[in-house]
């Protein structure tokens, strides 16, 4: 009961690389709050989705594959961030200072 307690702490406590992408997003590509805002629609609207995704299809799956599934779809969502920073992003039309 408590190793996935003690996991989602363990996810949420340690660090990320949100500060250091917000500053290359806002100070190298020059993001303006429209597009931050934008991000943040766009990502409250996948916040709905997952809810009702996880509603329809998850409710009666194991806790363990559950936790595996979302592991490894966020590391994979996460890995994106490297669409903006790597230098292969210049074929997506993003704009570099």
Known sequence: ????????????VAPGITD??????A???E????????LGVISCFASIIGVWVYRAFC???LLK??????????????????????TKGT???MAYS
């Open 31 to 38: 993001f303006t709050s429209t597009n931050f805002g934008y």
């Open 1 to 12: 009961m408590y190793k996935p307690m003690i996991f989602i702490f363990l996810v949420v």
């Open 20 to 25: 250091a992408m917000f500053y290359y997003e």
């Open 91 to 93: 074929g997506l039309k």
């Open 65 to 86: 594959w559950y936790f595996l599934g979302i592991t490894i779809a966020l590391s994979l969502a996460l890995l994106s961030n490297l669409l903006i920073v790597n």
């Open 27 to 29: 100070n190298v590509l």
């Open 59 to 61: 409710t009666k799956l």
